[in-house]
C-alpha cells in the first residue's frame, strides 16, 4: 500500500473547528480513477431537459461521464437514452448534434434502428441466424437507469441505484422552487455554452455555491451593478446555507440584482415593473404569498450531487461538468427559463444571465480563473503544511449563505464514497 | 452609400486589430457608434441567431460594451490581469454590399490569446456592419462566429475578440 494515499482526504474536528481536505484530491490520477468507479458510475447524473427533445422523433448526442449517448423521444411519445453505439461493431449511430429523425442509421455497415432502439433493418439480414431478432439481439443499448424528474432527465449506469426521486431526496423541494416557477413548464433556451477549465472538477462544484468569494473575485461584477443600475431597493447579500444530505446542498439568500422571476429594479423601468407585478401577483395565486416570495425574491444555488449545478440567481443556468483528467474538465452551461413568458422578460433574463454567467459574462470568467490559480497551487499539494485546504468557515454556527457548510457536505458525501473505492485499489495494488 | 473600397476597410480593421493587440480599449471603443452592438453566438446556434431569444457567449449593447472595456482596465478583473497577450489576424476581407449609410463587410479572424504558458486559438467569421460618419467608417455591429465546437480548452472569452 501507498503511503501517501493511505492518509485520509478528508479531516473533521467539531470542537476544534476544522474540516480539511487533501489537495492531492486534485491532483491524483487513482484519485480520479476511484471518483469514475464510486461516483460517477454509481450516481444520478444529469443528461438533459425534456424540452430539448420536445416533439416525436426528436433526438440529441450528448456526452456524459465519458460515454456518448443518444437522448431521444420516440414514436410513442417516450423519452429514451441509449448507448451510441451499432451492436454490429461499434460506430456511433448517431452523428448530428440534435436533430428529428424515425431511425439511426449506422454508416458503417447500414444497420437501421427505430427510435425505440429495435433494429428495423439490416443488409444481408438472411445472412445471420434465422432468430437473430429473437435472440434480442441487434438492439441499440439502452443506459441501465433513466429517469425524469419535473422534466429534469437523468441516468445512472448502476442498474442496482436507488430511485431518482429518493436519491434527490430533500433536494426536491429546492428543485420544485426552481420548476414552479411557470405553470406552463420550464424549457431550455436555444444555445449552449460548452467550455472547459483547467482545473479539478470538484473546485466548480465548490465555486458554484460559494458565496464568500463574491465580494472579492467578483469586485467588477458588483461594481458594473453600482455604475449601471439606477439607485433605490438595494438589497445586501444575506442568506442561508444547508446541508440536504445525499451530498447535496443549498444557499438561499437575497441579492442587489434583479430577478425575472419576478424581482424588480428600477433599472428596468415602469414596463419592467407592470411585467414583474404581473408575474408576481400570477405566482401568489398559483401558490400563495410566502412561497411566492420565495420564489421571486430568493435567489438558490443548488447543487445536486455530484455534478449538476442548479443556479437560480439573476437567471437560471443548469450546468454540468466531467473530469477528463485530475486538472481538467469540460463543462456545460444551459439557461432554463419558463416555456412560455413574454418577449421582454425572455430578453432581460438572457441580458441577466450574459452579464454575469457563462465564459463571456462579467463574472464567470474570474471563477475559472481562480479555480485554474487553485490548480496552480497544488502543486505545492504534498509539500509539509500546504496539503490542505480549510473548509471550516462557519462550523458549529447558524450557518450562513457565505459559510462552508454546502462543500462539507459534499466533501463527506464524496469522501464515503471515494475514500473506501480508493482503498480497495490500492489493497488490489 | 457607395461600397468602401476593400483597401479602406482593411486599413480600418487593421487599426482595430492593432489596438486591441495594444490594450488600448478606450481607443478600440471609440471605433463603435452609440447604438453599437457587439456579439460572440454559442458555437451550436445557426447563422442568423438572435441573442433576444438564444443564449449566446457575449451580446452586449453600448452600454454593456462600455462597462466590459472598464472591467477590462480594471486590476480586480482576474481573468485578464495580469494582461494576457493577444495578436489578431485578420484576412480575407470581402465588402458585401451596402445600402444608405452602411457597408456589410465579412472577414477571417483568428486570434491567439496567451497566458500562464498557455496559447489558446479562437478562429472565426467576423460579420461586420460599418458606416460612414464624419470621423471615418465606425462600427455598427460586429458579431464573432466561432469555428470552433465549443470554448475548449479556451474556457472564456475574457479578451474581446
Known amino acids: ?429 | 452609400m457607395n461600397l468602401p473600397s476593400r483597401i479602406e476597410v482593411e486599413d480600418f480593421l487593421f487599426t482595430e486589430a492593432s489596438l486591441l493587440d495594444n490594450w488600448k480599449l478606450k481607443e478600440w471603443l471609440a471605433l463603435y457608434t452609440p447604438d453599437a452592438e457587439y456579439q460572440v453566438p454559442s458555437t451550436d446556434l445557426p447563422k442568423d441567431a438572435n441573442p433576444r431569444n438564444s443564449l449566446f457567449y457575449i451580446a452586449d449593447d453600448f452600454p454593456r460594451l462600455e462597462q466590459r472595456v472598464i472591467r477590462l482596465g480594471k486590476r480586480t478583473m482576474w481573468s485578464e490581469y495580469p494582461r494576457s497577450k493577444t495578436r489578431h489576424m485578420v484576412s480575407n476581407v470581402r465588402v458585401l454590399d451596402a445600402n444608405d449609410d452602411q457597408s456589410h463587410v465579412e472577414a477571417a479572424f483568428c486570434v491567439y490569446r496567451t497566458k500562464w504558458g498557455n496559447t489558446d486559438l479562437f478562429v472565426g467569421r467576423y460579420d461586420y456592419l460599418l458606416r460612414r460618419t464624419a470621423e471615418g467608417l465606425r462600427i455598427r455591429r460586429k458579431r464573432c462566429v466561432l469555428d470552433l465546437d465549443g470554448l475548449r480548452p479556451q474556457g472564456r472569452v475574457s479578451i474581446l475578440l
Open chain 1, 1 to 429: 500500500m501507498s503511503g501517501t494515499t493511505s492518509k485520509p482526504l478528508v479531516v473533521e474536528d467539531g470542537p476544534r473547528g476544522l474540516f480539511q481536505v487533501a489537495r492531492r484530491a486534485f491532483t491524483d490520477e487513482r484519485i480520479l480513477n476511484a471518483e469514475l468507479e464510486s461516483v460517477f458510475n454509481k450516481c444520478w447524473l444529469y443528461l438533459g431537459h425534456e424540452s430539448e427533445v420536445a416533439r416525436i422523433g426528436d433526438y440529441l448526442r450528448r456526452v456524459v461521464a465519458r460515454r456518448s449517448l443518444i437522448f431521444n423521444r420516440d414514436q410513442t411519445g417516450k423519452l429514451n437514452a441509449f448507448f451510441n453505439t451499432c451492436p454490429h461493431r461499434g460506430a456511433e449511430v448517431c452523428r448530428d448534434a440534435r436533430g428529428n429523425t424515425k431511425t439511426f442509421v449506422c454508416f458503417y455497415h447500414g444497420w437501421a434502428f427505430g427510435c425505440d432502439g429495435a433494429l428495423k433493418s439490416a443488409p444481408g439480414a438472411d445472412r445471420y441466424s434465422a432468430d437473430f431478432k429473437a435472440q434480442g439481439r441487434g438492439k441499440l443499448v439502452p443506459v441501465p437507469r433513466f429517469s425524469n424528474y419535473r422534466g429534469l432527465c437523468f441516468v445512472n449506469f448502476d442498474p442496482a441505484a436507488e430511485s431518482l426521486e429518493s436519491y434527490l431526496g430533500n433536494a426536491r423541494e429546492y428543485l420544485d422552487l426552481v420548476i414552479d416557477q411557470s405553470d406552463t413548464g420550464m424549457s431550455i433556451v436555444d444555445g449552449m455554452q460548452e467550455y472547459a477549465i483547467r482545473a479539478n472538477w470538484k473546485l466548480l462544484v465548490e465555486n458554484s455555491n460559494d458565496g464568500y468569494h463574491a465580494a472579492t473575485t467578483h469586485a467588477t461584477y458588483l461594481d458594473y451593478l453600482g455604475n449601471t443600475h439606477a439607485k433605490g431597493g438595494e438589497v445586501a447579500l444575506s442568506g442561508v446555507g444547508r446541508d440536504l444530505g445525499n451530498g447535496h446542498a443549498v444557499v438561499e439568500y437575497s441579492s442587489p440584482w434583479g430577478r425575472p422571476v419576478a424581482r424588480w429594479i428600477p433599472k428596468w423601468g415602469e414596463e419592467g415593473r407592470k411585467e414583474l407585478d404581473a408575474v408576481r401577483t400570477h405566482l401568489e395565486a398559483l401558490h400563495g404569498p410566502e412561497k411566492a416570495a420565495r420564489i421571486a425574491l430568493k435567489n438558490r444555488n443548488l447543487l445536486i450531487f455530484p455534478n449538476l449545478v442548479v443556479n437560480d440567481i439573476m437567471a437560471v443556468t443548469l450546468r454540468t461538468f466531467y473530469p477528463l483528467e485530475p486538472g481538467y474538465m469540460n463543462v456545460n452551461g444551459w439557461a432554463l427559463a419558463p416555456t412560455q413568458e413574454s418577449d421582454w422578460a425572455r430578453q432581460y433574463r438572457l441580458d441577466n444571465f450574459l452579464e454575469f454567467l457563462g465564459p463571456g459574462g462579467f463574472a464567470t470568467p474570474d471563477d475559472v480563473e481562480a479555480l485554474e490559480s487553485c490548480q496552480a497551487g497544488y502543486r505545492n499539494s504534498l509539500e509539509s503544511g500546504a496539503e490542505w485546504n480549510d473548509i471550516s468557515k462557519g462550523m458549529g454556527m447558524e450557518a450562513r449563505y457565505d459559510d462552508e457548510i454546502q462543500m462539507r457536505a459534499f466533501w463527506n458525501e464524496w469522501n464515503r464514497r471515494v475514500s473506501p473505492a480508493l482503498e480497495a485499489k490500492e489493497r488490489q495494488a
